[in-house]
């Protein structure tokens, strides 16, 4: 079983429509977590951090459900410039702490 | 304007060649890391090192070496005893305390035929 497991996609939504994609992690030693943006094709960049109160950044919310290890993200009034791949991040704490990653949701949106 | 560079983008290596992936940074990290990323998979950490001479292996370093003799510099090689070495690689720097927040260059595309 993966660490962090989300949906692949793609997500195909139409402009201002809102998105919502999960993601479900497995390591009870799972201390942070953060969604990564991904052109195609490019580096990841981080988008925001995920919080059990929640976390709002404009169009975008994160939520973090500890007890289901469950984490989402929400995109509300999707733009073009909003299609890429959302990576579910999950900071390990251990000997060192790492970053662990989805494999990633892929968003498409369409005039 | 400060960041990561990765040369080159693209890389084609005949197998049984060693090839050395740069990366280098002027952010003023301490922390520097190397990912993988494969279809379908996420990001898979190969090695990091968390100040200058001092590296350690991530969770897939057979096949692979760095070094780290300058604060600005981390390449990687991949060996010919990489069994699988095509992939989109990825070198990334953070601040101590900071793991969370990585800073990733452009990545290296590698094919190796």
């Known amino acids: 079983r993966k660490e962090v497991e989300q949906d692949p996609g793609p997500f195909n939504v139409p402009e201002g429509a809102t998105v919502a994609f999960n993601c479900t992690y497995s390591n009870s030693a799972s201390q942070s977590f953060f969604w990564y943006r991904q052109d195609c094709r490019k580096e990841p960049k981080l988008l925001m951090s995920v919080y059990s109160s929640g976390n709002e950044d404009g169009r975008f919310t994160a939520q973090l459900n500890r007890a289901s290890q469950y984490i989402s993200l929400l995109i509300r009034d999707s733009k073009l410039s909003d299609s890429a791949t959302y990576l579910c991040v999950v900071l390990i704490s251990g000997g060192y702490n790492k970053l662990i990653f989805g494999a990633g949701t892929r968003l498409a949106v369409h005039p | 304007d400060g960041g990561i560079t990765q040369s080159p983008k693209y890389l084609f290596r005949k197998e049984g060649q060693n090839v050395t992936l740069s990366c280098e940074q002027n952010l003023n990290h301490d922390a520097m890391y190397w990912y993988r990323q494969d279809p379908g998979q996420g990001l898979r950490l190969i090695y990091y090192s968390q100040i200058v001479n001092d590296f350690q292996k991530g969770d897939i370093a057979e096949g692979y070496s760095v070094s780290r003799e300058k604060k600005e510099s981390f390449p990687l090689t991949v060996t010919s005893a990489q069994k699988n070495p095509t992939a989109f690689y990825l070198c990334?720097?953070?601040?101590?305390?900071?793991?969370?927040?990585?800073?990733f260059g452009p990545g290296t595309r590698l094919t190796v035929t």
């Open positions: 990334a720097s953070s601040t101590p305390g900071q793991t969370y927040e990585q800073y």
